[in-house]
């Protein structure tokens, strides 16, 4: 199975495993060296993430944290390392999976008292740090997310391979009306074939099913990815994917009010926590199609008061590098103005039809996607 | 397609419609009687829910609200109700849907100004009351909840209802590792065939994951249930029909702690809020398989300490009329003196495999289901 990166799910897990042994192997190198150990993770501050313009996306910067054994704190979370790789690679060996809680939870059977978590941060931090330091992602850890994707509905065939064998799916004819359900891991599918136009990403359940009614997948050959708020690592890769490999533009509708716009930044953009996962899950292609604040003006749409909380989330994505283009800070002004946020669920106050019969379509032509 | 209650899919459409009308007919009835028009609806707080030994579910006593014309206020409420009425009743005539988020922004678009909703809280209220006055639910008025269903992963085929026409659906053959995804009226499901031996419905996607890959329903024949903590509306609904058409025991298996216990209670006996829709909802034969405090100890599970916050609410669950058994009591009482609570994913510090091959089946050995 192909992706972008030229990965292939099998191969990527021999590639994840062998990078951990490689980074235990520096190590032993130290060691050889008479060096104290250590592992250098960049900084994980929005001070130290910048643009990159060949991936398209924010990245880490140039400023590096030490995890060093020159103290026995540091020396502990070096051991921890250790065991964690230890698991890991027979995990990947075994083929199996487990989740960032399990891990956790396991540590307690490690032999070494030194060597368990003392706290769920710990692990899921000491993990965050081995995929930056050996550029793998989690999943092909085999390290499941605790989340689960969202669904699909749309004109694609695809093929997922399941621990219990391939399914072929079609995701308008093989699912019910809830979908085809994003597996944790999304590298396991292969897109067979389909007749799709485009993607469009719905932050609700409400809307997703207003679309899956009205039948606007089948309509305009749209692939509905359903993102139930924040989306999950799983629904932004497989939106990647769709993307990169189908080339399918990529939408995101959303509520009209800042905690909306990061949910479409964060499908964008990729955030600050995880800037070493942009490359694998940001869509930087992917374009907003709404509620905008231009909308809630043009077609008077009904509202609510922004809050204190929303004018300032509103001020501090001005300031947010994702949101420094033309389109956005005119968005964030004009909503600022007009002190009014409104919900994409709004669009029912011109009736159930609206948004699928004209708010959609029109959006859709003036972005030249139609 | 049958349920439980013999109604059918479709008739019990024409039910709700009739219904519907019934209501607002009673209102010209008043009138015509020289009365005040007004409606009655059961007082839903703590104080008015009873056990019904019948239904064994707890559901609304005597006590009773009245809408009434009497004042301004009232007026405008019956207002509202007749509005509503009139938007279902076409909406089941028009066999459409909608949420009750596009209900509130519908009517907007209503012609008399005094009739529109001033608040989302105002339409659901309006909802809810015409649901227990007319005895029909929500997904029968075409209601569909906001939030969708969870996933069902076993050994069961079933056909259902889209609006794109039927399909049929193996839940372990024709899914994704995601399993099935629920829809959000589990009535357009047809139950074909199953080898099923019980239902076990799960708290976290970290567990239900860890059952899947484990292939515990496919080795137990269990219908594995994913609740995502407090399970949707359509999530419980699918479980007490699997329940009372399929004959299955069902079992809840949730983190150890008071939250999660209150997930069980309202897979098995409802919510107050919702104490008219346990009929339809509320599985009361349902088994808690754990973590049970009892399983804390016994097999030394890694834990917390209680928080104030979970003492509180274990205290207010020991007043729950729910919660008032001697099964409950004993492991309440316990908890609160071991102050201690577990994760189902702490079954992992015994290894990954620890709560398929040992815990699962020694509890439900114990609790007389394997």
Chains 1, 2 share one sequence.
Not at 7 to 33: C, N
Not at 203 to 220: H, I
Not at 258 to 266: A, D, E, H, T, V
Not at 305 to 329: C, G, H, I, K, M
């Amino acid at each position: 199975m192909s992706t972008d990166t030229g990965e292939t799910a099998d191969g990527s897990d021999g590639d994840a495993r062998e990078r951990l042994i490689e980074l235990a192997a520096q190590f032993y190198d130290q060691f050889e060296r008479g060096d104290v150990p250590h592992m250098d993770v960049p900084t994980r501050t929005k001070t130290n993430i910048e643009y990159d313009p060949e991936q398209k996306v924010w990245v880490y910067g140039d400023r590096k944290s030490t995890r060093s054994a020159n103290s026995v704190r540091g020396a502990q979370k070096l051991l921890k390392v250790i065991y964690s790789i230890d698991f890991l690679a027979n995990q990947l060996e075994e083929d199996r999976s487990s989740t960032l809680r399990e891990l956790y939870y396991l540590s307690e059977s490690w032999d070494l008292d030194e060597a368990q978590f003392n706290s769920q941060d710990e692990s899921n931090q000491l993990i965050e740090d081995l995929e930056i330091v050996s550029d793998v992602r989690r999943e092909e850890f085999h390290m499941r997310p605790e989340e689960s994707g969202a669904k699909v509905m749309g004109p694609l065939r695809l093929r997922e391979q399941t621990n219990r064998g391939d399914r072929e799916i079609h995701c308008q004819d093989d699912v019910g009306q809830g979908g085809y359900q994003i597996p944790n891991d999304p590298d396991t599918i292969d897109f067979l074939d389909n007749d799709a136009d485009f993607v469009l990403c719905v932050e609700t359940g409400g809307m997703r099913d207003r679309l899956v009614e009205n039948g606007f997948d089948d309509e305009y050959n749209a692939l509905v990815v359903h993102l139930g708020g924040q989306p999950a690592r799983a629904t932004r890769r497989l939106t990647k994917r769709l993307h990169d490999e189908l080339d399918l533009p990529v939408t995101v509708f959303t509520d009209g009010d800042p905690w909306s716009y990061r949910i479409y930044g964060s499908v964008a953009y990729g955030s600050i926590k995880s800037a070493h996962l942009s490359k694998y899950l940001a869509t930087p292609e992917a374009q907003f199609i709404g509620v905008q604040p231009e909308d809630i003006v043009e077609y008077d749409l009904p509202t609510d008061p922004l809050a204190d909380s929303d004018v300032n989330a509103l001020e501090s994505e001005l300031e947010d590098p994702r949101f420094q283009t033309d389109y956005w800070e005119e968005q964030i002004e004009l909503q600022l103005d007009i002190d009014k946020k409104s919900e994409q669920q709004a669009l029912a106050s011109y009736g159930l039809d609206f948004v699928t019969d004209t708010y959609l379509p029109e959006r859709l032509d003036e972005m030249g996607i139609l």
